[in-house]
């Protein structure tokens, strides 16, 4: 296998990301030529910058712009627009028609009734028009790789319908159908029948059973006002195939669900708040088998070299534990206030549930952030430190502690409906997007961290590296040859295991999944961008999962340079041959200079021209004490000859 080792020289000099500002801090830079709600993010075109999709203050247009590097904004002018009848609901960008170029699914209707299901396709920097797929029920579908062959399928409810389906994407097959309603085969004992959405629910499709095959969990409907949940693994061997796993109520008063690390254990936890009587975030812990690894408390503590009898080995993340817990018992979760997190006593809700808490590691030490908001009369948002557990304060053994930081940054926005967090300039820090009633506002991540950060971005293998372009003209996704990178193809649903080294020499485990949600505005960027934290080391493992369903499903990649992107092609060739496996799969690694690239290089050189001076002068002033030693030796010589 090869390995990403080629840039050890350039390691060294990449230590701090790129700044678009020299103030540190958060620094709030207005719309950055936005103006309207967005609706999602995408890669439009192949120059490795996230594009913004804008919804219209009708609801009725969605409008592209594209991010321009130089001026740090976005362009004013959309390249590509799309036009629908009905209010637009939901966006969804992806490859759905798998050619490498992102499309554009809306979701239209009124809120509360059936939904349209609009698809528009995306050729060479333009929009086609509009494609009519089989419409939902009001709940949102899930677009999801559910049949396991890298293409974007839709999960839910058709129209006057309370069975869940599939609409299976057969765009490509020699069939003339492109959409196909199907059921899912879910297999287990003492299995429940498929529930029925709810209506707002934040499903998900990631990995939660630890084997880097995405999973389903399903937010649904339940009795007495309340939220219920299932789990279903993925099975390898079918396509649409999954086995039950866990079922539950989630507490009275939860809101939205959101999925991440958040203790660095290696496994995805539960992030959410609740409001019933009064307002809490809570964590749900997803307790697997632990790494196989020495592990000690605090730098000079006694390190445990006995591993547990059950363990997951750092060269094998990608094992399943199928005994894995996952409980929403108020009194398995970690909980703080609304008042101890935010100061104020409400977070924010919509009909009654609390708005979506947006995560993501703000400061690239590894462990991800929180923002929620909260309201005292005026809307604010409130960023929420990762931190450890002080002697006690932690009920949950391994778990971590959330911890309010202000920024008044933020205090000075108002109107404030929602957040979301991107990397904006792709250089390794996540920005904080701030929705308003008025204008979007962008909150540029400056700070310096003295740790370390990876982008990764896992495509669908529509073609092995550069795609054939359809039209060969001044479309901004062709170049001269008529080829362009299909950037738009990311693969909803990877998932990225790794192994550090921290500075005490502890090896920490991290799982990251790759946009994992994306019903009602759940606005995830289409890659993943994840903190490394303080270490002296390369990546030693870094798993990537795809969605495809066969035995071995992973690719392992070992010594990926930190502050760099790593980029997954899954193509096994087309047919695929007898064998076809992770080894096949393309890797690209793009390196992130420093802003002081070049002063550390001026300074590198300086150093070693002073060791090469030091160098002559110590081998010059070796040669003349050989002289010396010389001319007395022969002095010596001609003296016995008298």
């Given amino acids: 296998m090869r390995r990403l080792l080629f840039g050890a020289a350039i390691c060294a ?22 103006d309207g709600h967005v609706g999602a ?11 913004a999709v804008v919804i219209s203050p009708d609801k009725k247009t969605a409008s592209v712009h594209l991010w321009d590097h130089v001026a740090y904004a976005f362009e004013r002018e959309p390249v590509a627009v799309a036009h629908v009848d009905a209010e637009i609901q939901n966006i969804v960008a992806g490859d759905f028609s798998y050619d490498g ?10 809120g509360s009734g059936a939904l349209d299901l609009v698809l528009f396709f995306g050729a060479n920097g333009t929009l086609g028009a509009p494609t009519h797929l089989p419409a939902s029920a009001a709940p949102h579908p899930l677009a999801l790789d559910a049949s396991g062959d890298l293409h974007i399928d839709l999960l839910g409810h058709p129209k006057d319908s309370r069975e869940l389906r599939v609409w299976r994407n057969l765009y490509g097959a020699p069939a003339d159908r492109t959409i196909d309603l199907e059921e899912l085969i879910l297999v287990g004992d003492n299995a429940p029948p498929a529930c029925r959405l709810a209506h707002p629910h934040s499903s998900a499709f990631v990995d939660l059973n630890g084997d880097c095959l995405a999973d389903l969990f399903l937010e649904c409907e339940a009795s007495g006002g309340q939220r219920a949940y299932q789990i279903w693994t993925a099975e390898r061997d079918e396509p649409l195939k999954y086995r039950y796993a866990r079922s539950g109520l989630l507490p009275r008063g939860a809101g939205a669900l959101a999925f991440a690390d958040m203790n660095r254990d290696g496994t995805i936890d539960v992030v959410f708040a609740t409001c019933d009587g009064q307002c809490h975030i809570n964590i749900a812990y997803n307790h697997q088998v632990p790494l196989c690894a020495p592990e000690k408390e605090g730098i000079l503590g006694a390190w445990d070299a006995k591993p547990p009898a059950r363990c997951r080995d750092a060269y094998n993340l990608c094992s399943a534990d199928d005994e894995f817990t996952l409980s929403f018992e108020l009194q398995d979760l970690a909980r703080i206030s609304a008042i101890e997190a935010t100061g104020d006593l409400h977070l924010k809700t919509t009909n009654g549930r609390p708005d979506p808490l947006r995560v993501g590691d703000l400061n690239s030490d590894g462990y991800p952030e929180v923002l929620v908001l909260s309201t005292d009369g005026r809307t604010r948002v409130h960023a929420l430190a990762n931190t450890a557990c002080v002697r006690t304060e932690c009920a949950v053994p391994g778990g971590r502690i959330l911890r309010r930081v202000r920024h008044q940054v933020f205090d000075g926005i108002p109107d404030i409906e929602s957040v979301a967090l991107v990397d904006l300039d792709s250089d390794g820090s996540l920005d904080v997007l701030v929705q308003s009633k008025v204008a979007p506002t962008f909150v540029i991540n400056n700070n310096f961290h003295d740790s370390f950060f990876l982008k990764a971005l896992t495509l669908n293998a529509a073609c092995p590296g550069r795609c054939d372009s359809e039209i060969t003209g001044d479309g901004r996704n062709a170049t001269a040859a008529g080829t362009f990178k299909p950037w738009g193809a990311s693969l909803g649903g990877a998932t990225y295991k790794f192994t550090v080294l921290d500075p005490n020499g502890v090896r920490r485990a991290h799982q990251v999944a ?13 890659g993943a961008t994840f903190g490394l934290g303080r270490t002296n080391n390369y990546v030693e493992v870094l798993f990537v999962g795809s969605t495809r369903r066969q035995r071995d499903s992973a690719l392992a990649i070992e010594g990926v340079v930190p502050n760099s992107e790593v980029i997954i092609v899954p193509w096994q060739g087309r047919p695929e041959p007898p064998g076809a496996g992770p080894a096949m799969w393309r890797r690209e690694l793009y390196l992130h200079p420093a802003e002081w690239i070049h002063l550390v290089v001026i300074v590198l050189g300086v150093v070693i021209l002073l060791l090469l001076g030091v160098v002559g002068v110590l081998d010059l002033a070796e040669k003349r004490e050989d002289e010396r030693e010389r001319r007395r030796a022969v002095h010596a010589i001609n003296f016995d000859a008298l």
């Fill in 13 to 34: 000099v990449a230590t701090l990301a790129r700044r678009s500002s020299p103030t540190e801090g958060f620094i709030a830079r207005g719309s950055l030529g936005l």
């Fill in 41 to 51: 993010w995408m890669y439009f075109n192949d120059d490795r910058y996230v594009d």
């Fill in 101 to 110: 170029h992102a499309d554009l699914l809306l979701m239209t209707g009124s």
């Fill in 514 to 526: 790759q946009q994992a949600q994306n019903a009602y505005g759940a606005l995830l960027p289409p």
